[in-house]
């Protein structure tokens, strides 16, 4: 009987993979990507399913308690969170399961620790050769092994994602940072690594799991506070990519083939996606993490001239409506805002119009990856309206407006022409070689990057000042108004 219900554990298991496989696959595309969440998740309850019929499972009032606290607390939440708080939630979310992988690693090394305290164990000790180490003692290292690793990599994970989620609050300032901090964060480093190493060695109390713990944790808030606010959506998929990977880590220390292929596909997945996010910005992940991008109120060296020109939403929903193309590029402003469904309804009058309209997204718009996508698909926006940066940049020249919305950063030309400017080399969407541009700001201010935009001063440019949901509302009557 054992050995089937073995079996079926492992066939759901290999199901539920397939499922997180498929799932991630569909995730790929906006048309399919709900879908796609769906599958995954079924995946998630069958491994969740399956593992109450391990060998050797117990505490299962626990276990189920915890299971029905911490859906409700998701689905609360997940139903109640504004779109503009959506990279806070991801980012708590993916800190709680690096959090959860550390916590599997340090009651395994709590239990090791309890169990050989005393023992007199050590793995090199000098009465122990090799040829005579047991099969035992070889599992227990391992095991120790892959325990430090994932609760390492989880740790950091955890307390790094929460750093991130409290700058993306607000709780935090942007950024954190004192004179030889790379020299701490890297002294800090080798004392993780040293405490892990002894607790591989052999070395294992209570005493030295809790330091091991405590620096890990603390190593994970440096290296997230000296980080800029523009460079939260590449810390977001770091995070996700080490979350997964603890998982995985785990999953070979519990040889769970669901932890190990979940833990993979998530840490694979991030990986490529922090890759990407990177590329976006023209720079290294190691620049992100030690380098000054997204200083919050660093400065250009190079003069912005000219003035910002005013101009009311009569006049620009005028411009646009006889225009033929039109781009529209929104950015957190709009999130901010909730201005999507306005902006949907205004881009569908002037399609009525006969114009043609496309939106324009920057691979880091927003405050997280795939922020501004998701906005506008929760309005409705048809994908094929969609274009990214490579697509939509050689259009520019023939467009007769170009419409931004709460976007700053992102279409910053400095990026291309300043080289004292900490976003230099970042790829931008070049709004300014658009014939006519408006923008939709609801100040003078600067973006989250701290850096003034030139853009706001060209010559073709013209400011809508006001909230976006209600400059957006104004464009709309406007229109509806004109030869009527």
């Known amino acids: 009987?054992?050995?089937?219900?073995?079996?079926?554990?492992?066939?759901?298991?290999?199901?539920?993979?397939?499922?997180?496989?498929?799932?991630?696959?569909?995730?790929?595309?906006?048309?399919?990507?709900?879908?796609?969440?769906?599958?995954?998740?079924?995946?998630?309850?069958?491994?969740?399913?399956?593992?109450?019929?391990?060998?050797?499972?117990?505490?299962?009032?626990?276990?189920?308690?915890?299971?029905?606290?911490?859906?409700?607390?998701?689905?609360?939440?997940?139903?109640?969170?504004?779109?503009?708080?959506?990279?806070?939630?991801?980012?708590?979310?993916?800190?709680?399961?690096?959090?959860?992988?550390?916590?599997?690693?340090?009651?395994?090394?709590?239990?090791?620790?309890?169990?050989?305290?005393?023992?007199?164990?050590?793995?090199?000790?000098?009465?122990?050769?090799?040829?005579?180490?047991?099969?035992?003692?070889?599992?227990?290292?391992?095991?120790?092994a892959l325990a430090v690793l994932g609760s390492l990599i989880g740790a950091v994970s955890f307390s790094g994602s929460m750093i991130a989620f409290a700058k993306l609050q607000g709780w935090i300032d942007r950024r954190f940072v004192f004179s030889g901090q790379r020299l701490v964060n890297g002294l800090l480093f080798l004392l993780v690594v040293a405490a892990g190493v002894l607790l591989v060695w052999g070395q294992l109390s209570p005493q030295l799991v809790v330091a091991f713990f405590i620096l890990a944790l603390v190593l994970g808030v440096m290296m997230t506070l000296?980080?800029?606010?523009?460079?939260?959506?590449?810390?977001?998929?770091?995070?996700?990519?080490?979350?997964?990977?603890?998982?995985?880590?785990?999953?070979?220390?519990?040889?769970?083939?669901?932890?190990?292929?979940?833990?993979?596909?998530?840490?694979?997945?991030?990986?490529?996606?922090?890759?990407?996010?990177?590329?976006?910005?023209?720079?290294?992940?190691?620049?992100?993490?030690?380098?000054?991008?997204?200083?919050?109120?660093?400065?250009?060296?190079?003069?912005?001239?000219?003035?910002?020109?005013?101009?009311?939403?009569?006049?620009?929903?005028?411009?646009m409506a006889y225009a033929e193309r039109v781009v529209i590029v929104p950015g957190y402003g709009l999130a901010v805002a909730q201005a999507q469904h306005k902006v949907w309804e205004f881009a569908q009058l002037l399609i009525q119009r006969g114009v043609k309209v496309r939106f324009a997204i920057h691979p880091v718009a927003g405050r997280m990856p795939g922020h501004m996508n998701v906005l506008l698909a929760e309005a409705g926006v048809p994908y094929d309206l969609i274009a990214d940066m490579d697509d939509i940049n050689p259009e520019f020249p023939n467009t007769d407006v170009a419409l931004v919305i709460g976007a700053n950063d992102v279409v910053n030309p400095v990026a291309k022409t300043d080289p004292s400017s900490p976003i230099y080399g970042m790829p931008i969407l070049d709004v300014g070689t658009a014939k006519n541009i408006i923008v939709i700001k609801r100040g003078r201010g600067t973006g989250f990057a701290g850096i003034e935009n030139a853009l706001f001063y060209a010559d073709n440019t013209r400011m809508l000042f006001g909230d976006g949901q209600q400059a957006v509302g104004a464009l709309v009557t406007e229109v509806k108004m004109v030869d009527g």
């Open 1 to 144: 009987m054992n050995g089937w219900v073995t079996v079926l554990i492992k066939a759901s298991y290999l199901l539920a993979a397939l499922l997180f496989i498929l799932g991630l696959k569909r995730m790929s595309s906006p048309r399919t990507a709900r879908g796609g969440v769906v599958w995954a998740g079924f995946g998630m309850l069958l491994a969740t399913l399956a593992t109450f019929f391990l060998p050797g499972m117990h505490n299962f009032a626990l276990i189920g308690l915890a299971l029905v606290l911490g859906g409700a607390v998701a689905w609360i939440t997940g139903r109640r969170v504004a779109m503009t708080s959506m990279p806070q939630m991801v980012a708590i979310y993916n800190g709680l399961g690096g959090g959860a992988a550390a916590a599997i690693g340090a009651v395994e090394l709590w239990r090791f620790a309890d169990s050989l305290q005393g023992s007199g164990w050590r793995l090199l000790d000098s009465t122990v050769r090799a040829s005579h180490v047991s099969n035992d003692t070889l599992v227990a290292v391992s095991t120790i």
């Open 226 to 319: 000296p980080i800029g606010g523009a460079d939260m959506p590449v810390v977001i998929s770091l995070y996700n990519a080490l979350t997964g990977l603890a998982v995985a880590v785990d999953g070979f220390m519990l040889q769970n083939e669901a932890m190990i292929i979940a833990g993979t596909v998530v840490g694979a997945a991030g990986t490529l996606l922090t890759q990407l996010m990177a590329r976006a910005m023209n720079r290294s992940l190691g620049n992100v993490l030690f380098g000054n991008f997204g200083g919050g109120g660093a400065s250009s060296e190079q003069e912005i001239g000219g003035a910002q020109k005013p101009i009311d939403a009569a006049d620009a929903a005028v411009m």
